[in-house]
């Protein structure tokens, strides 16, 4: 486990040297290096450096601290804390990320090196790697193979407010960027993923998105193996696959002997997700934080003044914000309103008073969450349990768990946790409503 000290910082003399780092992953924001190095204090984490920002975006709008802050006591509390990652900082030396820069460059896709690493960024976050299973801190413990799918399930909701088109209604968000996507670049072949399936608790339609997904994963499905990413249909991730299987079902020459393991893994991701239960809290807080959508709000957002336009809450405002929102959920919860109802929009205006530009603003901010967990990842992690016996968990299980596989002697443990959940800037609100013009046009 990382040394920390007491203000969440991370002992960092023995980590700034870039040899002890192997790129891993990219967003648009950050890029996640590995932790290779043979100190037990730091094995099984990674690094998050920041990218620099486009001309377009601004400067950065919060720190390292503030978005902790923003994961611990904005999110956990709605996607639960046993999802959600501790995050420590490491401060870095401009040698230190010109050598990163340098090394990893051979290693990062085209598609991303139009944006470098940060070299004045002062503070790196050192977070745990969800790839890979800690043996603890005996190197000679065993390690189990551990496989990983990062899945970015998108919007989980229709929106029902009459606000809106009924076009917005009846129609996927996703599957209409896709067709954008598609009429812009001809290049692009839409997957046939649909979230409205993933998110659904129908085994069958679970099943169909995650296989649209195993097919053409786009930047909605990644796979590692042992922390290592590995590019879907390729021959290694289809031996690897296979590998994991044959663990799995050691005398099931069945399953052993498939060409496309593919069916396999939908399967069992498809069982986690229901067992577990975090597809549905993430579509219920998606929705119930934006009751008015991106029309009502971005017309909201331009009606306040400069300085309002440009306000990010501060911690203590996020905090206040999100106990409003838990006290006013916990009642629709209460009287059994759930999230598939048109409760939100009809009761909204009475609920939140949006009559009232107090009001009003707390929806923008309420949106923006709702941003975050529409854009957020999970890593769902498996590994093969040769020795428990019994029974696996089903039901609910807080993000870890134990299963019980058809026709398998091992039992199947996973983890779950949410990535991707920085927050928001408010300077975005028009962006997300020029890019919603665009889709539905």
């Given at each position: 486990?990382?040394?920390?000290?007491?203000?969440?910082?991370?002992?960092?003399g023995?980590?700034l040297?870039?040899?002890?780092?192997?790129?891993?992953?990219?967003?648009?924001?950050?890029?996640?290096?590995?932790?290779?190095?043979?100190?037990?204090?730091?094995?099984?984490?990674?690094l998050?450096?920041?990218?620099?920002?486009?001309?377009?975006?601004?400067?950065?709008?919060?720190?390292?601290?503030?978005?902790?802050?923003?994961?611990?006591?904005?999110?956990?509390?709605?996607?639960?804390?046993?999802?959600?990652?501790?995050?420590?900082?490491?401060?870095?030396?401009?040698?230190?990320?010109?050598?990163?820069?340098?090394?990893?460059?051979?290693?990062?896709?085209?598609?991303r090196?139009?944006?470098?690493?940060?070299l004045?960024?002062?503070?790196?976050?050192?977070?745990?790697?969800?790839?890979?299973?800690s043996?603890?801190?005996?190197?000679?413990?065993?390690t189990?193979?551990?496989?990983?799918?990062?899945?970015?399930?998108?919007?989980?909701?229709?929106?029902?407010?009459?606000?809106?088109?009924?076009l917005?209604?009846?129609?996927c968000?996703?599957?209409?960027?896709?067709q954008?996507?598609?009429?812009?670049?001809?290049?692009?072949?839409?997957?046939?993923?649909?979230?409205?399936?993933?998110?659904?608790?129908?085994?069958?339609?679970?099943?169909?998105?995650?296989?649209?997904?195993?097919?053409?994963?786009?930047?909605?499905?990644?796979?590692?193996?042992?922390?290592?990413?590995?590019?879907?249909?390729?021959?290694?991730?289809?031996?690897?696959?296979?590998?994991?299987?044959?663990?799995l079902?050691?005398s099931?020459?069945?399953?052993?002997?498939?060409?496309?393991?593919?069916?396999?893994?939908?399967?069992?991701?498809?069982?986690?997700?229901?067992?577990?239960?975090?597809?549905?809290?993430?579509?219920f807080?998606?929705?119930?934080?934006?009751?008015y959508d991106?029309?009502?709000?971005?017309?909201?957002?331009?009606?306040?003044?400069d300085?309002?336009?440009?306000?990010?809450?501060?911690?203590?405002?996020?905090?206040?914000?999100i106990?409003?929102?838990?006290?006013?959920?916990?009642?629709?919860?209460?009287?059994?309103?759930?999230?598939?109802?048109?409760?939100?929009d009809?009761?909204?205006?009475?609920?939140?008073?949006?009559?009232?530009?107090?009001?009003?603003?707390?929806?923008?901010?309420?949106?923006?969450?709702?941003?975050?967990?529409?854009?957020?990842s999970?890593?769902?992690t498996?590994?093969?349990?040769?020795?428990?016996?019994?029974?696996?968990?089903?039901?609910?299980?807080?993000?870890e768990?134990?299963?019980?596989?058809?026709?398998?002697?091992?039992?199947?443990?996973?983890?779950?946790?949410?990535?991707?959940?920085?927050?928001?800037?408010?300077?975005?609100?028009?962006?997300?409503?020029?890019?919603?013009?665009?889709?539905?046009?």
């Amino acid at each position: 486990m990382c040394v920390l000290i007491q203000d969440g910082s991370a002992d960092t003399g023995r980590l700034l040297d870039a040899r002890l780092w192997l790129y891993k992953g990219e967003g648009n924001a950050n890029i996640v290096l590995s932790y290779m190095g043979k100190d037990v204090n730091y094995v099984g984490y990674v690094l998050r450096l920041s990218k620099v920002r486009d001309d377009s975006e601004g400067p950065e709008p919060y720190s390292l601290v503030y978005a902790r802050d923003y994961h611990e006591k904005v999110i956990a509390p709605l996607l639960g804390n046993a999802y959600i990652s501790h995050m420590a900082f490491v401060g870095v030396s401009r040698d230190f990320l010109s050598s990163i820069a340098e090394m990893i460059g051979k290693d990062r896709p085209a598609t991303r090196k139009h944006k470098d690493v940060d070299l004045d960024q002062q503070h790196a976050a050192l977070i745990p790697d969800h790839t890979v299973i800690s043996s603890g801190s005996d190197p000679s413990s065993e390690t189990p193979a551990v496989i990983s799918f990062e899945i970015k399930p998108k919007w989980g909701f229709l929106p029902t407010s009459c606000r809106v088109s009924q076009l917005k209604r009846s129609t996927c968000r996703y599957c209409m960027h896709q067709q954008l996507k598609a009429a812009q670049d001809d290049a692009h072949t839409p997957n046939g993923f649909c979230p409205l399936d993933l998110f659904s608790h129908s085994p069958e339609r679970m099943r169909h998105s995650l296989s649209c997904l195993f097919r053409n994963p786009q930047n909605n499905l990644k796979l590692f193996v042992n922390g290592r990413r590995l590019t879907l249909n390729s021959h290694e991730s289809t031996t690897s696959m296979l590998d994991f299987i044959s663990r799995l079902y050691p005398s099931n020459t069945e399953q052993t002997n498939q060409e496309d393991p593919s069916a396999v893994m939908v399967d069992l991701l498809a069982q986690i997700a229901r067992d577990d239960g975090w597809l549905q809290n993430l579509r219920f807080h998606q929705q119930h934080l934006d009751p008015y959508d991106i029309e009502t709000v971005y017309r909201w957002y331009v009606a306040l003044d400069d300085t309002m336009q440009g306000h990010n809450p501060t911690t203590e405002e996020w905090e206040d914000i999100i106990s409003a929102y838990v006290r006013r959920v916990d009642d629709i919860r209460t009287t059994g309103l759930c999230e598939d109802s048109s409760a939100p929009d009809n009761v909204g205006d009475v609920d939140m008073g949006t009559s009232n530009p107090i009001n009003r603003l707390r929806a923008i901010y309420e949106f923006l969450i709702s941003a975050t967990l529409k854009d957020c990842s999970a890593l769902i992690t498996m590994w093969v349990d040769e020795h428990s016996r019994g029974d696996g968990s089903n039901g609910p299980t807080n993000g870890e768990g134990l299963l019980t596989i058809a026709n398998s002697p091992h039992l199947l443990r996973y983890k779950i946790r949410i990535v991707d959940i920085d927050p928001k800037d408010i300077h975005k609100i028009p962006r997300y409503f020029d890019l919603d013009q665009r889709i539905i046009r």
